[in-house]
């Protein structure tokens, strides 16, 4: 027995059932707008007494929100590392590189002047001696060799000194973790720099930035490094088709050097 075609009433509430059920009964912009509200609703009157235009106009004027006043620090202090040696002492033991403490950093690993500096954002969660130690560092380790770098050819760093969640770039970077960064890149003095992370520009001297293959270098202390800025290596292990667009970049980049 054939059961009874259903009408389109009852197709159209059977679908807005199951938007409901699904919990998606709103388009979510900057005011919540109601999709499957009723349509024959009456609007409430308005009783109160109409306030006179200059009132009006006062009190709906949006009230700009404080800006948060970053205090800048000098985390180099007056006497900065002179070698990487006693940087790598100054990133283990300065108090005030975060706000943990040094226990628990995770130090840079190479020698001065190599071929290619490699800069991540941080460490990876469970790294500890040694940096990107993870499946990070795997997916880094096959790029480095599709490139054929060997390991002593590279010098491998983060910007902050241990893994950090969800960290605000710009903020650290203005209380003054980007003259950390910067000098550390002087006293590595690599041939080029690769940066993985689009929010890793504010620590290098640079303004955010979409488009991340605008910034081409490096100006510190009247040294120029070649720079290329990537997104993550956790993104490229998200998503595939970044892996090919950095390596696009990367020939590009490197046969323009």
């Known amino acids: 027995m054939n059961a ?3 009408s389109l009433k ?8 199951w938007w409901r059920m699904a919990g998606v009964d709103c388009n979510f912009a900057e005011d919540a ?9 009456v609007p409430a009157v308005d009783t109160a007494p109409t306030a006179s235009p200059s009132a009006k106009s006062a009190s709906s004027e949006p009230v700009p ?3 948060p006043k970053i205090q800048r620090s000098d985390l180099l202090g007056p006497n900065p590392p002179a070698d990487l040696d006693n940087f790598r002492q100054f990133w283990l033991e300065t108090p005030g590189l975060d706000t943990i403490g040094p226990r628990g950093r995770v130090p840079p690993r190479g020698a001065a002047k190599p071929e290619l500096m490699v800069l991540v954002l941080d460490p990876e969660e469970r790294d500890s001696d040694r940096l990107l130690n993870g499946t990070c560092g795997q997916l880094l380790d096959r790029i480095l060799t599709a490139m054929r770098l060997p390991e002593d050819a590279v010098y491998l760093a983060s910007a902050l000194p241990r893994h950090t969640p969800m960290a605000d770039a710009a903020t650290i ?8 960064t910067l000098h550390h890149i002087s006293l590595v003095a690599p041939k080029r720099l690769i940066a993985f992370g689009s929010s890793i520009p504010p620590l290098l001297g640079h303004e955010l930035t979409k488009d991340v293959s605008s910034l081409r270098e490096i100006n510190h202390e009247k040294r120029s490094v070649p720079l290329m ?4 290596l956790d993104a490229m292990m998200a998503m595939p ?5 950095f390596w696009r970049r990367w020939m590009e980049w490197s046969a323009d050097l």
Not at 173 to 180: E, K, S
Not at 229 to 232: A, H, I, L, T, W
Request: charged share 20%; hydrophobic share 40%; glycine share 8%.
């Open 4 to 6: 009874p075609a259903s």
């Open 10 to 17: 009852d197709q159209l509430d059977a679908t807005l059932d």
């Open 33 to 41: 707008t109601s999709w499957l509200g009723s349509t024959d609703a």
């Open 65 to 67: 929100a404080p800006t």
């Open 173 to 180: 970077a203005a209380a003054g973790m980007d003259a950390v």
């Open 229 to 232: 800025v990537s997104e993550g």
């Open 241 to 245: 088709r970044l892996k090919a667009r």
